[in-house]
């Protein structure tokens, strides 16, 4: 005899309903930011890891294109900028400049950049493809001193300053108490070069920082230890030896030697002429 229906009993063996309920998704979406407050501190220290490697990297790769223009002009570094009196810069149609980093460009590896990642585009001056002509922009500059000077010249090239991380125009709150300007008198977007808060053209007793370095919120000075960089622990340098090494922002300080009234440590002068022009 067969059963009706409702006499036949319910088994765990039956088949459950294969609809998503509203209490489900409710439950997913609530694991899902949890898990993504927990993860975020974790992604944000990759891509600040991220963002540095790829910034050492380049600037690494600056430093051996420097090396290779070197050695192909009688051991001379290349000069800072292109300029009409020494000071003010040639600045094209386009707006871009002409400097170092167009001289060495032909040397740089296609996957290094003369660009860090965490540079912002006010941050960064624009030079020209040595190749195309078209803009590139940079956000590393030469210690102006250092252009054209023969290597010979440099008595401490392992300690010496060549090429940092820099900034615009005061972009995000930066040092710039002399920005260049062009011919006309409007301000050119200036970190292609490192110069001192005396002036652009020759430091003297009065120097106490560098400028244009790219510590955010370092405006008027303010270069604490424990200051605002572009990547934890501090920004990239490279030595005219080839070094790299991170600094805080209290590395701007100048030290100035008032006996033989010149500086000294890592932003001390060459012995040759102060700087030159590209030809």
């Known amino acids: ?67 290779l223009y070197a050695v192909e002009n009688n051991d001379r570094l290349p000069p800072a900028y292109v300029t009409f009196d020494g000071v003010t810069p040639f600045v094209e149609k386009d707006g871009g400049v002409y400097t170092w980093a167009n001289l060495v460009h032909p040397h740089m590896p296609t996957d290094a950049s003369f660009r860090c990642p965490k540079a912002t585009d006010a941050e960064c001056f624009l030079d020209h493809d040595s190749q195309t002509g078209t803009l590139m922009p940079v956000s590393y ?11 010979s010249s440099i008595p401490n090239p392992e300690s010496a300053i060549l090429i940092t991380e820099t900034s615009s125009l005061a972009a995000v709150g930066t040092f710039d ?32 920082y560098v400028t244009r370095l790219a ?28 070094s790299a ?9 100048v030290d100035w030697d008032p006996k033989q009234r010149k500086i000294q440590g890592r ?8 700087f030159e022009t590209s030809p």
């Open 141 to 151: 500059g030469m210690y102006l001193p250092m252009g054209g000077a023969p290597l």
């Open 177 to 208: 108490p002399h920005p260049l300007k062009d011919t006309n008198g409007a301000d050119v977007r200036d970190g292609f070069i490192v110069a001192w808060d005396s002036g652009n053209a020759l430091s003297d007793d009065t120097v106490n």
């Open 1 to 67: 005899m067969s059963q009706a229906p409702q006499d036949l009993e319910r088994s765990d063996e039956q088949p459950k309903s294969q609809y998503v309920t509203r209490k489900d998704i409710r439950v997913f979406a609530i694991a899902m930011v949890v898990l993504a407050v927990l993860i975020s501190p974790v992604y944000f220290v990759l891509k600040e890891n991220s963002d540095s490697y790829r910034c050492k990297r380049n600037i690494r790769a600056i430093s051996k294109a420097i090396e």
């Open 245 to 253: 090494i991170t600094l805080p922002p209290n590395a701007a300080k």
């Open 267 to 274: 932003w001390s002068v060459p012995e040759s002429a102060y």
């Open 215 to 242: 510590y955010p919120d370092s405006k008027g000075s303010k270069f604490s230890k424990d200051g605002r960089s572009r990547h934890p622990g501090g920004n990239h340098y490279i030595t005219v030896s080839g």
